[in-house]
């Protein structure tokens, strides 16, 4: 102590303070992540006043739009999920989103479609875990060649077995593979004319070569309806509640491998 | 021991016939306490949250009332009072996933990453998704810098509202943090990202960097990325990235949704450790690294004063 009390000491120690630069060097890692279980507790964020959005927005989505006869999920070839979609898509896009150009056919995606309908009342929030997206609703013109790409490609994901994204959901056209080879395919009950071009209703994600779908790519006449899918989706079901109608789709074997 | 010394030499100090001419220097001057020998830097970090601020639904078939930004919150608020030094930190993709997005467009996570004090975070591709104008409308909600530093925002609406690199000191220690996004051409659509241009990640990685480390002399480099983890295909990612660059120490990784039990150990092209790690999604799972620092110059100054102070114990 007696030593520190020297004054030029102290101004030497402060000196080799300041002319140090400090740095420090990595000496170890240690890493464990946290998985947050169901036990962990929640925080409120009072200040920003959470259950206002939380409140206004439960409300939204604890609407029940209609209900549904059957579970439906997506599947290979075929699903409910799918075919309910596809085909309510179509019917909604005659109807009010594309009339000038009407879809001859719709192709949608399995993986878009996140969780499965269950049997009974249908909320407005299910319908947004179905579809989380914002996908829009667009018309575009395939000619032959992407045609008969599409089709290789609906014919491929058929095959794959079970798997969430394994299939091709669709609406308005029927299609059968024997032997890896499509042996029949018919577009609004018509036999496919490899030289006509075709309207092919799907999302703007997909026609932009989504989920592998190159050939939208280069489609001519992209239109989009800007109507969401997800929109369609709600409007379609809660309209017909409307008139009575339940929820409900069916296998019809509109895609079929014929072993 | 740190705190106890510098009490001491406080205390001494103000005895001293200096003290009142120390005193203020003491109190604006950081360089005048004494520095600790070791400081452990806690490194928290989330990515691809998916605006899942509520649990999973108890009925969710795969993750039952788990994760969320609400019980995330409170695992990071347990863990800022055990230690001292916090980063807490985010690889995009804070949007879209659940209908809070959808009807706040992004309000909400942001201003509850606020509260939860995050000290920055990047841009996944989903955080386009309610397109550049989308974001940039809900980017005040959020008091943390978002980091992209291979996204060129010059002609767009973001120009000048994201930050290339930042550098946070927290206690001693100097942090060099930047931020790498994914290619966005056949991710994210054109009339989403508008003229948003794309920068190659490993040049772009190594010249932030070689600015942090060389010309800052930063304790430590950081890189959020929003590549994914790793592919089969030559697609640049986190280990690739990893591998193909220096002066990076940890990549702080997302989109591709990877569950890790702890950071992934590789080594960069001069044959230095680099940790890459990644916490799932849906805001389950909350990465954490801690990082534990000496100072390489205190033995040697330690030294210096035990020399000194014999020098003038001869001359008394």
Not at chain 1, 75 to 93: Q, T, V
Not at chain 1, 123 to 128: A, E, H
Not at chain 2, 298 to 304: D, V
């Amino acid at each position: 102590m007696k030593v520190l009390k020297n004054p030029s000491i102290i101004l030497i120690v402060l000196f080799i303070y300041l002319s140090s630069c400090e740095t420090y060097k990595i000496d170890s890692f240690q890493s464990e992540n946290i998985q947050l279980g169901d036990h962990v507790s929640m925080v409120d964020f009072g200040e920003i006043n959470l259950p206002q959005y939380k409140d206004t927005l439960d409300k939204e989505m604890d609407e029940v739009l209609n209900h549904a006869v059957t579970n439906m999920q997506v599947g290979c070839p075929e699903g409910l999920l799918g075919n309910f979609i596809c085909d309510l898509s179509m019917f909604m896009a005659n109807k009010y989103y594309a009339t000038k150009i009407k879809p001859d056919f719709c192709v949608l995606n399995n993986g878009g479609f996140r969780t499965s309908l269950n049997k009974g009342p249908i909320t407005k929030g299910k319908i947004f875990e179905i579809m989380p997206f914002d996908n829009y609703l667009v018309v575009v013109t395939l000619n032959g060649n992407q045609l008969d790409e599409l089709l290789n490609y609906i014919k491929k994901k058929s095959q794959m077995g079970a798997s969430r994204k394994s299939g091709v959901p669709v609406s308005g056209i029927r299609i059968r593979i024997t032997d890896n080879k499509i042996d029949k395919c018919s577009i609004q009950n018509v036999k496919y004319n490899p030289n006509k071009n075709y309207h092919v209703l799907t999302t703007d994600y997909l026609a932009n070569g989504g989920d592998d779908m190159t050939f939208f790519k280069e489609a001519s006449n992209y239109i989009n309806t800007e109507v969401l899918l997800r929109d369609a989706i709600i409007d379609y079901i809660r309209e017909i509640n409307k008139i009575g109608t339940k929820v409900e789709a069916k296998f019809d074997g509109r895609i079929e491998i014929n072993q | 021991m740190g705190e106890l010394k510098s009490i001491n030499r406080r205390t001494f100090v103000k005895r001293s016939a200096l003290g009142a001419l120390s005193i203020p220097l003491i109190s604006t001057n950081p360089l005048l306490s004494f520095p600790p020998e070791s400081i452990k830097l806690t490194i928290l970090h989330t990515n691809d949250m998916h605006s899942h601020i509520d649990p999973f639904s108890a009925n969710d078939s795969k993750y039952p009332g788990m994760g969320g930004m609400r019980k995330m919150a409170s695992i990071v608020e347990k863990i800022r009072s055990e230690e001292s030094h916090v980063l807490l930190l985010d690889a995009g993709d804070i949007f879209q996933g659940t209908p809070y997005f959808n009807k706040y467009k992004g309000e909400v996570e942001l201003k509850i990453m606020s509260e939860m004090g995050y000290t920055a975070s990047t841009m996944g591709n989903h955080d386009f998704d309610n397109g550049i104008n989308g974001f940039n409308d809900v980017l005040p909600h959020a008091n943390f810098p978002f980091l992209c530093s291979n996204y060129d925002f010059s002609n767009t609406v973001l120009d000048g509202k994201t930050k290339k690199f930042i550098i946070k000191n927290i206690g001693e220690l100097k942090i060099g943090l930047f931020g790498i996004g994914i290619k966005l051409n056949g991710l994210v659509e054109k009339r989403l990202y508008k003229e948003t241009q794309y920068h190659e990640p490993i040049e772009i990685a190594n010249h932030y960097a070689k600015i942090l480390k060389d010309e800052h002399n930063c304790d430590i480099v950081i890189c959020l990325s929003h590549l994914g983890y790793d592919y089969q295909t030559n697609k640049i990612s986190d280990t690739k990235l990893a591998k193909s660059t220096k002066g990076i120490d940890i990549i702080i990784g997302g989109h591709t949704h990877t569950f890790l039990d702890k950071a992934t150990e590789l080594e960069n092209s001069n044959g230095e450790k680099v940790l890459v790690n990644q916490a799932g999604w849906g805001a389950l799972s909350l990465g954490r690294i801690d990082v534990n620092f000496t100072n390489q110059s205190n033995s040697k100054k330690e030294l210096t004063l035990q020399s000194i102070s014999k020098k003038n114990y001869a001359k008394i």
